[in-house]
């Protein structure tokens, strides 16, 4: 049972103790937003705050039930590394591409629709899909799918699948080392599941590169509202974002690469603890974690950075397949990657003075302008991009992060976050209503039904999400994103 409930300290701000000594949980939310967390949700996150090494937990707006850890926050430890906080889709992020576009070219439906046309025989949907799965694709063979799990976003494996090598400075982690700091343990640590037979179908699990995947996922059009004040401005000028002009956001992660290693890891840490019978935090089989220095903890640093290499190529080839799909349809369309950004990802950052790991599960990193880690990349002065997907009907969101972030360990929410469960969802929500009011605001789909369990009536309300960040001092506006059209894992449809 809680402890107690939800103690307000402002308007988007309160804090939820755990029940023992340790302190309290940091939670962001206005009032409204504080009743969507129901009690499941608060019991993980006080069991994740009680578990061995944590310093800090933060629950952000978005925050629903997870994966042994609420999806929506941030936990902090600088002596464990937990695979809970991370999730199973490792480097699940968003990244954002500005087109040289006006919105009045893409008015048209049957250009819209011709261009979703062309995202999609290069960019598969579904579960399970990949490049065999779209005719004008980039084929990955098994030597390079190594080299990119190993290396990230370097400037050979960008070249060879025809990435602009300059994108790599505009992502959150171009790329990600080994538990040592090298990418010869990743070398090692891949050819060793290789040899024991962990990758049976490695192959095809590459040929997921530049693919979507289902659930949550999505491509999304969009037409760039760039806030009305000068701060707005000058952060969208150093971002890239272009007022009024098409750009086009995608939300994926690591695909099946992703998903056997995290699987693997739950399973390995869950049979140690069993067959050593140390407890499990609040009981349950998905906080298991590995103090940092031991053969576990180094196990699981090495597989999440190779999933989030691949999940790293794996966004970077999808801009660049979407780039050539606008290129076929309007020729002369240029583009620029403004940036890339994880949101299921541990990383190490100065918390409290000292070195942890920061895991951010359903959770964005938020530097502002000034910050340490900043300094000499061009979000410097500014801070850098904060992505934040909401629905396609309400819109997504540019921030930028504000000194007030410190509060949540300089970290925010990853998006809208779910209201209703996805059975749920499907058990009540009308479709021939989804559907309709995806055709009166003019947003083509790729499906021939919407997805229920997506609909934007299955999330949080974004715009009072987005009132919980500012009021808590955390973030700031820049831009507005608008759809004009979505990808999604549904079959094609016909207009």
Not at 165 to 185: I, K, L, M, N, Q
Not at 240 to 263: Q, T, W
Not at 397 to 406: E, K, L, R, S
Request: hydrophobic share 35%; proline share 6%.
């Amino acid at each position: 049972m809680l402890p107690e409930t939800i103690v307000p300290t402002g308007d988007a701000t309160a804090l939820l103790p755990t029940g023992t000594k340790v302190p309290p949980i940091t939670v962001i939310g206005t009032e409204a937003i504080r009743g969507t967390f129901d009690e499941k949700c608060l019991q993980q996150a006080i069991n994740s705050r009680l578990a061995p090494g944590v310093t800090d937990l933060v629950l952000n707006p978005d925050a629903h039930c997870g994966y042994g850890a609420p999806v929506g926050c941030v936990l902090v430890s600088p002596s464990h590394v937990y695979p809970g906080p991370v999730g199973v889709d490792i480097k699940c992020s968003m990244s954002l591409l500005q087109l040289d576009l006006p919105a009045d070219q893409i008015i048209d439906r049957p250009t819209r629709r011709a261009i979703i046309n062309a995202i999609c025989e290069r960019t598969p949907t579904g579960a399970g899909r990949g490049q065999r799965h779209a005719k004008k694709s980039r084929f990955v063979d098994e030597t390079l799918g190594r080299q990119a799990v190993i290396e990230g976003a370097s400037e050979s494996v960008c070249t060879q699948l025809g990435i602009p090598p300059e994108w790599a400075t505009r992502c959150e982690d171009s790329f990600h080392v080994g538990h040592d700091g090298t990418a010869d343990a990743l070398g090692q640590r891949l050819q060793g599941h290789l040899d024991g037979g962990f990758f049976r179908n490695f192959a095809d699990k590459i040929n997921q590169l530049g693919s979507y995947g289902g659930g949550n996922h999505f491509g999304e059009c969009e037409v760039v509202q760039i806030a009305d004040n000068d701060r707005a401005r000058t952060a969208a000028e150093v971002f890239g974002l272009r007022d009024g002009k098409v750009a086009f956001l995608s939300h994926c992660g690591s695909r099946g690469i992703g998903h056997n290693l995290a699987s693997g890891q739950f399973k390995s840490l869950q049979a140690k603890f069993e067959n050593w019978s140390i407890p499990l935090p609040g009981e349950d089989r998905e906080l298991v974690y590995a103090p940092l220095g031991t053969p576990e903890a180094d196990a699981y640093l090495d597989d999440m950075a190779l999933g989030a290499n691949f999940a790293t190529i794996n966004h970077l080839l999808i801009n660049a397949l979407v780039l050539e799909a606008f290129q076929e349809v309007i020729p002369g369309v240029t583009g620029e990657l403004v940036y890339f950004i994880s949101h299921n990802i541990a990383r190490q950052e100065i918390v409290g003075n000292r070195l942890s790991w920061v895991h951010r599960k359903g959770s964005t990193r938020a530097f502002p302008g000034g910050h340490p880690a900043l300094k000499g990349t061009l979000y410097e002065s500014t801070g850098h991009p904060i992505l934040l997907p909401g629905n396609p009907q309400a819109g997504s969101c540019v921030m930028v992060a504000d000194d007030g972030a410190a509060l949540s360990c300089y970290s925010v929410n990853h998006g809208a976050g779910r209201v209703l469960g996805r059975k749920r969802a499907i058990r009540e929500l009308d479709q021939r209503s989804i559907d309709q009011s995806f055709d009166e605001q003019d947003i083509l789909t790729n499906c021939r039904t919407y997805p229920k369990d997506e609909a934007p009536a299955a999330y949080k309300d974004f715009n009072e999400v987005l009132r919980s960040v500012n009021q808590a001092g955390l973030a700031t506006e820049v831009a507005r994103l608008k759809a004009r059209f979505v990808i999604k894992d549904g079959d094609q449809a016909d207009d």
